[in-house]
């Protein structure tokens, strides 16, 4: 295993993967000044970042070789195992950006170990065009020692997150987070799915939407995270009968409109469950309590 304070002056990089955020990030490191080696399965990607100065690299094995910082991007964690299988990876702190599960990341993370390499695992918390503005930032989680020692070069993406040491962590936050926004984007494509059967157009229902459901985030987060913390669920906001009693009008009206109402049927069997196991006077916090046992 290397020492890391062979590492802290690390101008060096190599990227592997540039597809649309792999490119973004190696042509964010070139912007900062760091000497950047490149590689892609379809070596065509790499002409676009040699033209901005990068050096292309023919395998991953001697990509990895040329730098003692390697960053991954791939499509899945399955294509970093076999994407580095030829690497001698002995040295190298090995940055893996690519999206998976905590389970895959600490697999990787034994991986790496065994072949001599620290391992730290990211979430990337933007998208390729945010890359390098004050927006984006990267969850990391793993190996700390590598972490504190590369995070001035990981800090040409962004913001830099560290979440703990437990190689997982990055990818649970990264998919919570990610989980969020999934969730927001079913009530959009709903929304709009039912004003459009009304003949509104979604550019016209996009605003309302927006204001509506930056207010409604700003307003129940805090108090929901608060509830489920303490794990005092009682609410003079919104009882869960009410919202059982209310919620049969959407799906009632997604039906006379024409509009599935697939995305929005387990949300009501859930809002039932609550009901039938004595929570009618609680908030919706406790949803979370009843997502718990649904293993
Ligand atoms: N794009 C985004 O907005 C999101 C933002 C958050 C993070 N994700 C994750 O980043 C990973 C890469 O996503 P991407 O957008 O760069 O994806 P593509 O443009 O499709 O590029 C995929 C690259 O992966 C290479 N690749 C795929 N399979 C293999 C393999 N078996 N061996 C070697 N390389 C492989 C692919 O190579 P090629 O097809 O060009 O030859 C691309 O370089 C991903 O985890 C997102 O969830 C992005």
């Known amino acids: 295993m290397p020492s890391t304070s062979e590492k802290t002056q690390v101008s060096h990089v ?16 070139l912007r900062a000044g760091h000497s950047v080696t490149v590689w892609n399965r379809t070596s065509a990607k790499t002409g676009p970042l040699v033209a ?10 001697d990509a990895v070789a040329a730098a003692p910082l390697v960053i991954v991007c791939l499509t899945t964690n399955d294509d970093v195992r076999e994407a580095l299988a030829p690497a001698d990876l002995t040295g190298t702190v ?36 945010m890359i390098a503005t004050p927006a984006a930032y990267v969850l990391y989680s793993g190996d700390e020692q590598a972490y504190e020692a590369h995070e001035p070069v990981l800090a040409a993406f962004g913001g830099t997150k560290w979440v703990g040491t437990d190689p997982g962590r990055a990818a649970l936050h990264d998919l919570a987070l990610l989980t969020s926004m999934y969730g927001m984007l079913i009530g959009v494509t709903q929304a709009l799915a039912l004003v459009r059967s009304a003949g509104v157009t979604a550019s016209e229902f996009a605003g309302p939407l927006h204001a509506w459901v930056s207010a409604m985030l700003e307003g129940v987060v805090p108090g929901i995270a608060e509830a489920v913390d303490s794990g005092r669920h009682l609410t003079d906001v919104s009882s869960l009968a009410v919202n059982q009693a209310a919620f049969p009008n959407l799906t009632a009206t997604y039906r006379e409109q024409g509009v599935s109402t697939q995305l929005f049927e387990p949300f009501q069997k859930l809002l039932d469950r609550s009901i039938a196991e004595g929570h009618s006077a609680d908030g919706l916090s406790r949803l979370v309590e009843l997502l718990d046992d649904e293993g």
């Open 14 to 29: 190599s990227v592997l993967g540039l597809g649309m955020m792999g490119s973004a990030l190696a042509a964010a490191l």
């Open 52 to 61: 901005q100065g990068a050096l292309p690299a023919s395998t991953v094995a």
């Open 94 to 129: 090995l940055v893996n950006l690519t999206n998976g599960t905590p389970a895959q990341a600490r697999d990787l993370a034994a991986y790496a170990h065994k072949q001599g390499a620290r391992y730290i695992d990211g979430g990337i918390m933007a998208v390729p065009q």
